[in-house]
């Protein structure tokens, strides 16, 4: 079936710029996540959707990164006015429920800010 | 709280010989442990996990990890390595005592299989 989507595959921005990622999750997943990977590095929780709870916003890095989950399923995660260290690959995923269970993977999206 | 430390960020090993990727973490409350694989250019996979049941856990490809609580460790292993097992592995670990938090995880380690 189909897996977690992610859409643009790459984005080039410039600084101080405003860009939206998008996130099409597992149908019926009830659970969502973001993630940042930065270059040779782990990755770093961001936002945690999960079913009609209001979300975890404990790992956005400032007030110029937002998200939002539209009816539970496609999720978009805006940041406004880029900087150079937002350059990262943002990854999605999600998961049936609870955090016992494992999470699936969009290939993600690569962001580079000039 | 909760943290995981890969304990070496690279593994060099030769084709048909063991890998060993060790990873410990520390958790108040009895954690789920995921092991996760990423190719170059590829997203995410699960290699397996561990929630409570077996200590053995065996995965996909040919790994396995055992889970230690006396050691909290949670070592992956394969017996005999394959070129195609030249990726970044990660070490995840979750607990409820993170309330709705997401996944903890480890800096990840980068095996190499020489030919």
């Known amino acids: 079936g189909a897996g977690v989507s992610q859409s643009p595959s790459n984005k080039v921005t410039e600084k101080g710029k405003d860009v939206e990622l998008r996130c099409d999750p597992i149908s019926g997943h009830t659970a969502l996540y973001w993630y940042r990977q930065s270059l040779g590095q782990g990755l770093e929780f961001l936002i945690y959707?999960?079913?009609?709870?209001?979300?975890?916003k404990s790992g956005l890095p400032s007030d110029r990164f937002s998200a939002e989950r539209t009816g539970g399923s496609v999720s978009t995660l805006t940041i406004q006015r880029t900087q150079q260290e937002d350059s990262a690959v943002y990854l999605c995923?999600?998961?049936?429920?609870?955090?016992?269970?494992?999470?699936?993977f969009g290939p993600g999206t690569r962001l580079t800010v000039t | 709280a909760q943290s995981v430390t890969q304990l070496d960020s690279h593994v060099s090993v030769s084709e048909g010989t063991p890998v060993l990727l060790r990873c410990n973490y520390s958790?108040?409350?009895?954690?789920?442990l995921f092991w996760y694989v990423q190719h170059p250019n590829k997203g995410l996979q699960l290699l397996l996990k561990?929630?409570?049941?077996?200590?053995l856990v065996k995965g996909i490809n040919g790994f396995e990890a055992e889970f230690k609580k006396s050691e909290t460790s949670f070592h992956l292993t394969k017996p005999s390595a394959h070129m195609s097992d030249a990726a970044e592995y990660f070490c995840?670990?979750?607990?409820?005592?993170?309330?709705?938090?997401?996944?903890?995880f480890g800096s990840g380690t980068r095996l190499q299989v020489q030919p």
């Open positions: 958790s108040s409350y009895s954690p789920s």
């Open positions: 995840v670990v979750s607990t409820m005592d993170t309330g709705r938090r997401a996944l903890t």
């Open positions: 561990y929630t409570s049941a077996a200590t």
């Open positions: 995923a999600s998961s049936p429920g609870t955090l016992a269970n494992e999470q699936y």
């Open positions: 959707f999960q079913g009609n709870s209001a979300p975890d």
